[in-house]
């Protein structure tokens, strides 16, 4: 795991350095934990990542292969057509930047903070008005036909869709609300593996509101520009963990008994069907 965690951030990463960028991921994480965030961001310690599903990815870029066959060709496809979807993959100068979530993605800088934003997208489509529409590739393995998102945890997926169409209007762009996911759902009802996996493809709507985001960047400056951690988020399993851990070192260190166990509300194992890094697996 060491290889995908480096522990402390280059200072210039760092909230005030000169390189320093708020991903779409980021701001997300400033709504789930404030505390956690603060640490990221301002003191340049991040939250270990999950480890990374290369299974997913390879659906993602096998994707972008499909798309970007009719993108060159300027056609419609089939899965557009299928839910009577009006667009067709964008051609775009810009296309392999606003895709590159790590380096570049598309970017814009917030005025009333003075915060680049930026956020690397699967997809864009094109109506014939020539109105955007925001499109993400999802890959899990869980039964039943995805037609939409109903679980808690997708919540993070219907935030990630809103800073797209966001960032995107920032750029001058005219762009739906209606954005899609393209969710590839591996099968597990087959007789035998075979050497394949076979997946059932959906387009699921989702109509987005990205109101929130002004607000929520000014929050998120006055929490970085705090010469204090905020509290952390009572569900933040993160934050108890480090609080446990120290109290537990403290105490050996002084020498004295390790704190007891809390008795706390047993921890809901999430199935495959409500994994919310939907993993393959």
Known sequence: MSDYYKVHRNPEWNYGGKHFRLSRS????????????????KLGTARPPGYPFNLNNAVDELLKKEFDVHRANGTQHPL??????????????????W???????????????????????????????????????????KNGHITELDADWHIGYKRQMEVYQWLFRQNGFQVSDMGYFVYANASKDKEAFDAKLEFEVTLVPYIGDASWVDGTLLELKACLD????????DDCDYCRYREAAGKALLALQLGKAVPAAVKSKPIKKVSNAENPNDSLF
Request: glycine share 8%; hydrophobic share 40%.
């Open 26 to 41: 980021k701001i997300d994480l400033f709504l789930n934990c404030p505390r956690c965030f603060y640490i990221d961001n």
């Open 80 to 97: 557009a057509a299928a839910y009577g979807v009006d667009a067709i993959p964008l051609k775009h100068a810009q296309l392999d930047a």
């Open 99 to 141: 895709r590159d979530a790590l380096k570049r993605g598309v970017e814009h800088v917030h005025t009333p903070t003075g915060i680049t934003v930026r956020g690397g997208v699967d997809d864009v489509w094109v109506r014939p008005n020539g109105e955007l529409i925001v499109v993400d590739y999802k890959a899990t393995s």
């Open 226 to 233: 705090s010469a204090s951690a905020p509290a952390a988020a």
